[in-house]
């Protein structure tokens, strides 16, 4: 069974930063698209950040300009760097990915597209 496994979510006050990483099996890094989605309470799950297989990316207008989704194929990691953290962006986070070739800002609103998932990491984002 394929795993994602998210790490470094945690506690911050506003305006702070957070990076969370995912670690995938290497061809998932390597040859899937690979994208975050977050969940709130009561919320639908969100699609935040993608990445094709090269360096294209697409966000979500909420978190463009603040968060920066990345992969280092060498460490079969994907990141998801986030600035000037707002209490809106608390949530479980989850890590994605689909062998799907899709267009990155598509793919945003479709998280029916991915098949594999990570268990998520919390963050929460304080006033």
């Known amino acids: 069974q394929v795993q994602l496994v998210e790490s470094g979510g945690g506690s911050v006050q506003a305006g702070g930063s957070l990076r969370l990483s995912c670690a995938a099996p290497?061809?998932?890094?390597?040859?899937?698209?690979m994208g975050w989605f977050r969940q709130a309470p009561g919320k639908e799950r969100e699609g935040i950040a993608i990445?094709?297989?090269?360096?294209?990316?697409g966000y979500a207008d909420s978190v463009k300009d603040r968060f920066t989704i990345s992969k280092d194929n060498a460490r079969n990691t994907l990141y998801l760097q986030m600035n000037t953290l707002k209490p809106e962006d608390t949530a479980m986070y989850y890590c994605a990915a689909t062998p799907a070739a899709v267009s990155p800002g598509w793919a945003l609103s479709r998280p029916e597209v991915f098949a594999v998932w990570g268990r998520g990491t919390q963050v929460t984002v304080s006033s």
């Open positions: 290497g061809y998932i890094t390597s040859t899937y698209y």
């Open positions: 990445i094709d297989r090269g360096e294209s990316t």
